[in-house]
Each structure stands twice: as structure tokens, then as C-alpha cells.
Antibody, heavy 127, light 107 residues
Framework: QLQLQESGPGLVKPSETLSLSCSVS??????????WGWIRQPPGKGLEWIGS???????YQSPSLKSRLTISVDTPKNQFSLKLSSVTAADTAVYYC???????????????????WGQGTMVTVSS | DIQMTQSPSSLSASVGDRVTITCRAS??????LNWYQRKPGIAPKLLIY???NLQSGVPSRFSGSGSGTDFTLIISSLQPEDFAIYYC?????????FGHGTKVDVK
């Protein structure tokens, strides 16, 4: 059964770098044509897509975060990671990792959706 | 960025009720619209993809419809396990964006 699990510090100081990892079990990242992504939800706000990466390292990133964002994949460890630099209180959120799968419908096979999610990890930016 | 507007932001319902949640996109997104369910402490769950396709394992009381800019999620007969927050998400173009959620709670 495919499972994703986020890990990383729950508290980060302002101006420092937030680092999270997502461990994937039940499938090999390198054998999958799917993408692996990060989504966050600040307290009291909606969900925000951060970015996604393929097993080969091709990335799609939110333009609003791109200048501070690094998403990478470690196929031997079967995990992928997020680094967000120069964090502020606005980066306080629950961070989710998820698998982006592609579906076929209506004569198209390019419908993307996040079909498997981790439980999420709360990261607070505070001194 | 494409803005996704959900309504209502919250609703109160009873077990057995028919529940309707709507989602409107700020521009046409064809049928690239997904619906998710989120409960506290549990991984979010994909319910519907491509506007109207039921994800494997999701009960048939959930259904989705719409195309272009207007979409609907219907729960035909609300069950106790359905009290949760529901989100729509467009996958038409990056950055993918979500609605702000509709909280379904007990009347």
C-alpha cells in the first residue's frame, strides 16, 4: 500500500531555511511516471500548491515561491525533499507531500490530481 | 493565477441530507477540476477527478459535475463519516490552485 510520510523540524527561525522530507513506501519513485509534490496550508487559510518533481528531477514550482524554493528527489532513499529559504511567519503552515497522478477521461489522458497524500506536518516559523 | 471560489464556506446538515457544494473558476478550466475531502489529522482524500470521475474506493453517494467555470460536488445522502472540509482544485494550468474549502458540520 502506497504511503507518504513527511518529516522535519516543527520549528524554524525567521530568515533560516525550512527543510522537509517525504518518505515514500509501497512504490519506487524511480519506477513511477508520476510526479511528487508539496502543498501547504497556513492556519486559517486555504491550500497552496508549492511545487512538484519527477523521479528524473524535472520540477514545476509556484512562481510566488520559486526564488526561495528547492525541490529535489533522492531515488536511493525513495524520498523527495523541500527546502524553502529565508522563511518568515507567513511560511508557518501544515506542509503536505502528495503524489500527482495522471488520469484519462473525455478522450484525454492528461488530467492531473493528487491521489495520495501524507498526513501533513506543522511547521512554525518563530524566534 | 486562476482563482477558485467555493460556496458556501460552511454548511450545517443532518445525516441523510443531500449536500451541494459549488466551485467557480475565474476562467475556463475545461473539466480539469478535482475535489478533495480533509479531516483533522488524516491525509486529505481525492474524491473526484476531471470534474465527474469518482476516484477508486470512493462511495457512489459522491458525484461531481460541471465544465468550463462552474462545478458542483453533491453528496446524495450525507453519512456520519462525511462531516469534513471539502476543497476543489484546478489542474488546468500551473500554479494549481485550490478553493478555500467548504466545512460540512452537524446541524
Amino acid at each position: 500500500q502506497l504511503q507518504l510520510q513527511e518529516s522535519g523540524p516543527g520549528l524554524v527561525k525567521p530568515s533560516e531555511t525550512l527543510s522537509l522530507s517525504c518518505s515514500v513506501s509501497g512504490v519506487s519513485i524511480s519506477s513511477s511516471s508520476d510526479y511528487w509534490g508539496w502543498i501547504r496550508q497556513p492556519p486559517g487559510k486555504g491550500l497552496e500548491w508549492i511545487g512538484s518533481i519527477s523521479y528524473s528531477g524535472r520540477t514545476y514550482q509556484s512562481p510566488s515561491l520559486k526564488s526561495r524554493l528547492t525541490i529535489s528527489v533522492d531515488t536511493p532513499k525513495n524520498q523527495f525533499s523541500l527546502k524553502l529559504s529565508s522563511v518568515t511567519a507567513a511560511d508557518t503552515a501544515v506542509y503536505y507531500c502528495a503524489r500527482r497522478t495522471r488520469y484519462c477521461s473525455s478522450n484525454r489522458c492528461d488530467h492531473d490530481a493528487f491521489d495520495i497524500w501524507g498526513q501533513g506536518t506543522m511547521v512554525t516559523v518563530s524566534s | 493565477d486562476i482563482q477558485m471560489t467555493q460556496s458556501p464556506s460552511s454548511l450545517s446538515a443532518s445525516v441523510g441530507d443531500r449536500v451541494t457544494i459549488t466551485c467557480r473558476a475565474s476562467q475556463s478550466i475545461s473539466n480539469d477540476l478535482n475535489w478533495y475531502q480533509r479531516k483533522p489529522g488524516i491525509a486529505p482524500k481525492l474524491l473526484i477527478y476531471a470534474a465527474s470521475n469518482l476516484q477508486s474506493g470512493v462511495p457512489s453517494r459522491f458525484s461531481g459535475s460541471g465544465s468550463g467555470t462552474d462545478f458542483t460536488l453533491i453528496i446524495s445522502s450525507l453519512q456520519p463519516e462525511d462531516f469534513a472540509i471539502y476543497y476543489c482544485q484546478q489542474s488546468y494550468i500551473t500554479p494549481w490552485t485550490f478553493g478555500h474549502g467548504t466545512k460540512v458540520d452537524v446541524k
